[in-house]
């Protein structure tokens, strides 16, 4: 199985500050990475797809880099509604693993 | 609009069985695969199966394979889940998810049902 490892695992910031959340995979995946975005009591939301491709109807404040094994998620300004739980995803092979998330507070 | 509705969540004994469903609506069901994912309280994500299109390929995580079945009626729109030998550690919310092409996103998800295994 791929084991992903998200970094860190929570993340204190201010509204207007430029954040970075990073995932390692444990063997390539080419850009097969995709992150998701969850609030408390909903289900999770898809945010950054292939890597780098913004899904429809998200902010162009997010932003998705990186091609193996290390892959990153970029907020460049955050605002007040972006504090929650972020999550990447392999989908290269199954099973589809999940990085064990990074919450995000506010400072 | 997509629209995803799991149900049949409830509290079971271990050893138990239950069978989960999804609601698909807005979007031809029947040209994606789907999957369930779950998410144990207060943890993260944990994928659990994906079914094709057409029902041919199907895949579990290693946690539930032997005891879990995924299932999917595209006549009737809807996606299942049978769970068979329930344990405690499959106590979680439930999420069905369609999946999308490029990268096998899942761009939609429903919005969960609680199974809890319990004595």
């Known amino acids: 199985d791929i084991q992903m490892t998200q970094s860190p695992s929570s993340l204190s910031a201010s509204v207007g500050d430029r954040v970075t959340i990073t995932c390692r995979t444990s063997?390539?995946?080419?850009?097969?990475l995709n992150w998701y975005q969850q609030k408390p009591g909903k289900a999770p939301k898809l945010l950054i797809y292939a890597g780098s491709s913004l899904q429809s109807g998200v902010p162009s404040r997010f932003s998705g880099s990186g091609s193996g094994p290390d892959f990153i998620l970029t907020i460049s300004s955050l605002q007040p509604e972006d504090f929650a739980t972020y999550y990447c995803?392999?989908?290269?092979?199954?099973?589809?693993?999940f990085g064990q998330g990074t919450k995000l507070e506010i400072k | 609009e997509v629209q995803l509705v799991e149900s049949g969540g409830v509290v079971v004994q271990p050893g138990g069985s239950l069978r989960l469903s999804c609601a698909a609506s807005?979007?031809?069901?029947?040209?994606?695969?789907m999957h369930w994912v779950r998410q144990a309280p207060g943890k993260g994500l944990e994928w659990v199966s994906f079914?094709?299109?057409?029902?041919?390929?199907?895949y579990y995580a290693d946690s539930v394979k032997g005891r879990f079945t995924i299932s999917r009626d595209n006549s009737k729109n809807s996606l299942y889940l049978q769970m068979n030998s329930l344990r405690t550690e499959d106590t979680a919310l439930y999420y069905c998810a369609k999946e999308e092409g490029m990268s096998y996103e899942f761009d939609s998800w429903g919005q969960g049902t609680l199974v809890t295994v319990s004595s």
């Open positions: 807005g979007f031809t069901f029947a040209d994606y695969t």
């Open positions: 063997q390539s995946i080419a850009t097969y």
């Open positions: 079914i094709s299109w057409d029902g041919d390929s199907t």
């Open positions: 995803q392999q989908t290269y092979s199954t099973p589809y693993t």
